[in-house]
């Protein structure tokens, strides 16, 4: 499965601690994410990640092309909550195509614990069959 993975500054740290936790599962998927995102997670944890643009240079919107073309199987996005940052546009973009393609997201790590354990059990195998695979996802 492809996983994509997006943090927020103040997020960062958490989702590295979750990267830890779950790095068995999470080695055994194709992994990208937004730039400083992908250089803290790979740093932790030793995993191989593809690297996109910085979040505020067009990473958010590189993850949400991959997915109207079905190349991004999970997304793992933990968010700054706060008040002054919910109107983003990107963000809002974004979790509109998960939604659009059905894709599975998680913005907060209650929420990406459900969905790392249902990956290792199998149930997100729907996506092999429902969604076409892209040239990216048969390089596997």
């Excluded at 055994?28 to 191989?48: D, F, M, N, P, R």
């Excluded at 249902?118 to 040239?135: F, H, T």
């Amino acid at each position: 499965m492809e996983i994509a993975i997006i943090a927020h500054d103040l997020k960062k740290e958490l989702l590295a601690q979750f990267c830890i936790a779950y790095c068995g599962i999470l080695s055994k998927h194709h992994l990208c994410a937004t730039g400083v995102t992908a250089k803290y997670i790979s740093e932790a944890t030793g995993l191989e990640i593809d690297k996109l643009m910085s979040g505020e240079n067009g990473g958010e919107q590189q993850i949400a092309s991959r997915i109207s073309y079905n190349e991004i199987d999970v997304l793992l996005f933990f968010r700054d909550t706060r008040p002054e940052n919910v109107n983003n546009t990107e963000e809002h973009e974004l979790l509109r195509m998960c939604d659009l393609y059905n894709v599975p997201v998680a913005t907060n790590i209650a929420t990406a614990e459900v969905i790392i354990t249902a990956l290792e059990r199998g149930d997100l195998d729907w996506r092999n069959i429902v969604n076409p695979r892209s040239p990216l996802n048969r390089k596997k």
